[in-house]
């Protein structure tokens, strides 16, 4: 016997599927909170199966491989964060757009409800090493290199600038963040973990009074560290790769960065 196909859902906090399409209009939804263990059917499939006919036309689901995207269609929900991740099983007639681009994703009309999940799980499989980063400590360590910022204002300055430089000529976010995390599927996890991390940052450097020029490289250290520890295991490899993840950790920078095994 085969075993269940399980994909993973995203839906808003309380528990209903966001829209499948950019469409502003009305549509009705399914609330997966309230129905884990069943079989749901879609209240409003499209007439022509696959396309974004209204607001809401299919179950967009993602394969375990695909789960860092699961949150690539969040500009066109009323919420972006928090949200909540669910197992899902397809069922019935299931398509995917084809190609190498949409594999990740499977849409269906069809679904059982498996049960919920940690939402750590939508930055891929480092995603529990990623929402500790960001959530337990990236306010103590900004609040650590805003005081040494205070304590030595120029110096502080002048290493942030050369490792900010070190960063462009290196392309390490641009280039290698970036595509890595394409290939791997967590191009979506990589843009709200820059988008959370930032956050997290800013918000412990306020409440201690760092001015701007701080905040500013304080964040960017910030997103690159948690960049580091999202692409951990596709940035190891060999001695140039390793030195482009030294650089995204911060080590130059001299602080207590958390040591991060390569897995």
């Not at 069922?91 to 059982?112: N, S």
């Not at 805003?146 to 000529?169: I, K, N, S, V």
């Amino acid at each position: 016997m085969n075993q269940p196909q399980h994909h993973y859902m995203v839906t808003m906090p309380d528990g209903t599927v966001p829209r499948t399409s950019g469409s502003t209009g009305a549509y009705t939804t399914v609330n997966l909170a309230e129905h884990v263990g069943q079989v749901v059917d879609h209240p409003s499939p499209g007439k022509h199966k696959w396309f974004d006919e209204s607001a809401f036309s299919y179950f967009r689901t993602y394969t375990q491989r695909g789960v860092g995207e699961v949150l690539d269609r969040r500009c066109e929900w009323p919420v972006q964060w928090p949200v909540r991740l669910w197992i899902v099983e397809p069922l019935g007639e299931t398509h995917t757009w084809g190609g190498q681009y949409y594999r990740h994703e499977l849409l269906a009309h069809q679904l059982r409800v498996v049960e919920e999940t940690e939402i750590w799980r939508a930055f891929g499989h480092r995603g529990k090493k990623v929402m500790d980063l960001i959530d337990r400590q990236l306010p103590d360590l900004a609040r650590q290199w805003a005081a040494e910022w205070t304590a030595d204002p120029d110096g502080t300055r002048q290493r942030y600038d050369a490792w900010a430089e070190r960063l462009d000529d290196t392309y390490a976010l641009s280039s290698w963040v970036h595509f890595r995390a394409r290939y791997s599927r967590r191009e979506a996890a990589k843009e709200v973990a820059e988008k959370l991390s930032r956050a997290a940052a800013e918000k412990a450097l306020t409440t201690v009074g760092a001015d701007q020029d701080a905040i500013k490289s304080i964040s960017l250290r910030a997103w690159c560290l948690t960049a580091g520890q999202l692409m951990h295991d596709r940035i190891c490899r060999g001695d140039y790769e390793k030195s482009i993840r030294a650089l995204l950790l911060g080590t130059a920078l001299e602080t207590n960065a958390p040591a991060l095994a390569c897995a």
